[in-house]
């Protein structure tokens, strides 16, 4: 199976939560990323969480981690528009000399008004 | 404090030509890495350099790619010769400390 998988879509209505859920394979990664693209532009780093963490909260962001499942969520509280984009689920699987980003389908965020 | 820049944002050649993309990093992140993602395909790792050395080139898909990173400041990426297959966005990143890794608009190639 994939390495990191994704759904592939999310329509949400403007002011409520969204919750992008992700599951992976490799449990070693230290790190768990999201990434956001919006259409027409690279890759924007949203939050990251530390493998011994299960949530970090920025802002209108809360991650969710459970390690035993390998499942992440990004939850976004009061979705905008502008919230509208692709989200990346990124677990980081290392070495002692390098690291890579293994990247899911992304999911395709809508917000609708 | 700009931002990891790409050259060119879109390049169209025909399969058979030579391509060079080009990556500028962040200054003062040793760290540079190349993902691609081809058609309807994840994003993948193709290598990583710490300064001008390559530390991990295990997603470079076969010997018609080719990474440089002279100096340690800016990396090219070259394909040569292009096929059809690697049609696809090139994207690059840097890092100070292997940790976060910002990344650049991409170069979306096309391979005709």
């Known amino acids: 199976g994939e390495d990191v998988e994704q759904s592939l879509f999310l329509s949400v209505r403007e002011g409520d939560s969204s919750v992008i859920n992700c599951t992976y394979t490799d449990s070693s990664s230290t790190y768990l990323y999201w990434y956001k693209q919006e259409p027409g532009a690279g890759l924007q780093l949203l939050t990251y969480i530390f493998s011994n963490m299960d949530m970090k909260q920025d802002q209108r962001l809360t991650v969710l981690l459970n390690k035993k499942d390998k499942h992440l969520s990004l939850r976004i509280a009061d979705t905008q528009t502008g919230d509208s984009a692709i989200y990346f689920c990124a677990p980081l699987r290392g070495s002692y000399n390098t690291d890579k980003l293994i990247f899911g389908t992304g999911t395709r965020l809508q917000v609708f008004p | 404090e700009a931002g990891v820049t790409q050259f060119p944002s879109h390049s169209v050649i025909e399969k058979g030509q030579t391509v060079t993309l080009r990556c500028d990093p962040i200054s003062g992140h040793d760290n540079l890495y190349w993902y691609r993602r081809v058609m309807g395909k994840e994003i993948k790792f193709l290598l990583h350099?710490?300064?001008?050395?390559?530390?991990?080139e295990s997603g470079m898909p076969n010997n018609r790619f080719l990474a440089e990173r002279t100096g340690g400041t800016y990396s090219t990426l070259k394909v040569q010769p292009a096929e059809l297959e690697d049609s696809g966005v090139y994207f690059c990143?840097?890092?100070?400390?292997?940790?976060?890794?910002?990344f650049g608009p991409g170069t979306r190639l096309t391979v005709t």
């Open positions: 350099f710490v300064k001008e050395s390559k530390q991990d």
């Open positions: 990143a840097s890092s100070p400390n292997r940790r976060e890794q910002y």
